[in-house]
């Protein structure tokens, strides 16, 4: 079994977890990788003592670097349904967020935790952007001019606020931030804060490492010789709508330990 992840929440139809950094929630799962698609289905068999193939459904994903509230689905009914909650993330043509209408679910709700590099111009807002994959950089980006926008981009929007500023003793200055994102775009955080030259501290892909641009400290665990096991950003709370009895549920994921001792600045740390 997989060392570090814990159960938030389970019942017949739902397995809610707090996904470690380092680990992906799903991929080819080769015999030497766990994965929590894996770590899921060993644990439901084990658990509930049932022979052969265990259904476990993927209804949303975190990065591999970011740990946090992740929810999987234990019948194909709870997995279409949560599904579909899921894709109402966007919002419409003219920009406005869509509404459910009053015999749908609501789209879930993600808040997340952030250090960023650098002090943000203001201690709230929100960032519009319009996003595409680089395929040979094996990255996102966002679209430098949003009047010519290349197949394939996606609006991703998002909500900060402030929550604690800080520095580090000889470094750069750090400030913690909570997050709510409006869409569920594929790294959407790191790149539209990297974009804006406050990158997601130890985020290497996006210049929060050890490099010029980011200018600070790594977390632990990050450094010559040694492969990053997460990045400064936490899913710390997810909300939605129980996919058979429609109630509102909401699960909160510990502040990592990591963080607890890398950022002893930002205590004490946010409550749900």
Known sequence: MLSGITVLYEDNHLLVVNKPPGVSTMGEERADEMTVHRWACDYIRERYDKPGRVFVGIVHR?????????VL?????????LSEQFRREGTDAAGDFAAADSSDSLPPEKTYLAVVRGRMETPRGTLRDWLVKNEGRERMEVVSDDRRRPAGAVEAVLEYRSLRQGREPGRADIELLQVGLRTGRKHQIRVQFAER???IDGDDKYGGGDSPRGGGKPLAGAGSGVRRQGIALHAWRLSLDHPTT??????VAPIPESWKSRYPQFRPWPEA
């Open 62 to 70: 975190l990065d591999r670097l970011t740990s946090g509230v992740l």
């Open 73 to 81: 689905a234990r019948t194909s009914k709870a997995a279409s349904r």
């Open 197 to 199: 030259e406050h990158p």
């Open 246 to 251: 429609k109630t509102r549920m909401s699960w």
